[in-house]
């Protein structure tokens, strides 16, 4: 078995699942964190290292299927140890290539390494246009790097909540690093950072319309920039562009760079890490030239990575990442589950349309509507709180530390 799922593997998952007549997870059902004896061993088959296991339970994931919110909880436990890098930017930029050699590379010096594609979804399915794998064969056959194309699912910024279950599914797996190629949609793929501990914003030479868009709003998420095919005419127009967007950014950040002509791979990753007044560090993103085809480039990419990395982790500012990304995971899920309630309580009113045309006839408004929705949750939430508040404190538990040299 190797390292990429099949089609198989999706298969034997979808007709594993729960028995017919078992009650589908919703809101909940969600709540409890009992797994079934099949789901136990399917996680513990994962945490031993199965392939098999760990593409049964993507499957489960992002078909959102019966019993996976309990599987992910119980994977929670054994994560917090992977890199997770996004990699975002147009379509055409070469992101797939680039991922590609990233993964050679990272396998090249000793690393496991997870891919996840976020690929746009069949208008006639929802599920993946699986063109990356066709772009990403450097490690066919390579059963530590695991490959896995999902459906953007219409989510705005190309990442699903499934993608960032999938990444929780291959962090507890123990890969090394995980790899997340974004759609490519332009300012939309903010969503990557929510996910991602870095993120490396690509761009190609003579892009003028990327670099727009880059001034519209991407510009804030790059940790790293990447001009890739930096053997083009223009490489070094662009990589001069991104560099004073970059400096514009951080204008209070000042960065020395050598003179002369910078050529693939030729990023400032030792003068990327600067002091502020406070003494504390910041990080002023580089700009990285890579020619994905042939890899060059590729290793001072992933030496910027890392420096950011510890960057991260001598700053603090990865404990608060992750905190901030956990926040997001919960408004995401809980908006989901109110959802689900509301729309429960809302056929019980005898449906969106009966209320619209009690509106239209003016016996009711459209406040006074969704007042009467929402109060029997609202009532269940009082009711919740009260008791939760009466009851004793827990003692707090050591968390787990994010760094690597805190882990140790």
């Known amino acids: 078995m190797v390292g990429r799922d099949t089609d198989t593997d999706r298969d034997e998952a979808r007709n594993t699942e729960e028995p017919a007549g078992e009650r589908q997870e919703g809101a909940a059902d969600g709540a409890s964190t009992d797994l079934t004896d099949r789901d136990a061993a399917l996680v513990e088959s994962l945490l031993d290292g199965s392939h098999r296991a760990l593409a049964r339970v993507i499957s489960r994931i992002e078909d959102r299927s019966p019993g996976y919110r309990r599987i992910v909880s119980a994977l929670h436990d054994h994560t917090g140890t992977a890199d997770v890098i996004g990699i975002t930017g147009s379509p055409g930029a070469g992101k797939s290539t680039l991922v590609d050699k990233l993964a050679l590379a990272l396998r090249d010096r000793g690393d496991t390494v997870g891919v996840v594609a976020v690929d746009p979804a069949s ?81 190609q030479p003579g892009a003028g319309d990327d670099v727009q868009t880059l001034k519209a709003g991407i510009l804030e998420i790059g940790d790293v920039f990447v001009v890739n095919k930096f053997d083009r005419e223009g490489a070094e127009r662009t990589r001069a562009e991104l560099d004073e967007m970059v400096h514009r950014r951080e204008e209070s950040a000042e960065t020395t760079h050598p003179a002369g002509h910078h ?28 020619v994905a085809e042939t890899g060059e480039g590729v290793d001072a990419l992933l030496e910027a990575f890392d420096a950011h990395a510890t960057a991260l982790c001598d700053s603090g500012e990865l404990a608060a990442a992750r905190r901030h990304r956990h926040a997001a995971a919960i408004r995401t899920l809980i908006r989901a589950d109110v959802g689900a309630l509301a729309s429960d309580s809302i056929a019980e009113h005898g449906g969106i349309d009966a209320l619209a045309e009690r509106v239209r006839r003016g016996e009711t408004d459209p406040y006074t509507v969704a007042a009467e929705v929402v109060d029997p949750i609202e009532r269940c939430v009082e009711r919740a709180t009260n008791r939760t508040s009466s009851e004793s404190s827990q003692p707090d538990t050591e968390s787990r530390r994010d760094c690597p040299s805190e882990k140790d």
């Open 263 to 290: 050529g693939p791979g030729a990023a400032r990753v030792v003068e990327a890490t600067d002091t502020s007044d406070d003494g504390s560090s910041t990080w002023t993103p580089p700009v990285v030239g890579t």
């Open 123 to 203: 208008p006639y399915t929802g599920g993946a246009v699986l063109g990356d794998r066709i772009r990403m064969a450097s490690t066919v056959g390579d059963m530590d790097v695991f490959f896995r194309s999902m459906s953007a699912r219409g989510q705005l910024g190309g990442l699903s909540m499934a993608t960032a279950d999938a990444v929780t599914a291959l962090d507890a797996f123990g890969k090394d690093t995980i790899l997340i190629e974004t759609v490519g949609a332009g300012q939309s793929e903010i969503d990557v950072v929510r996910t991602a501990d870095t993120v490396a914003v690509l761009v």
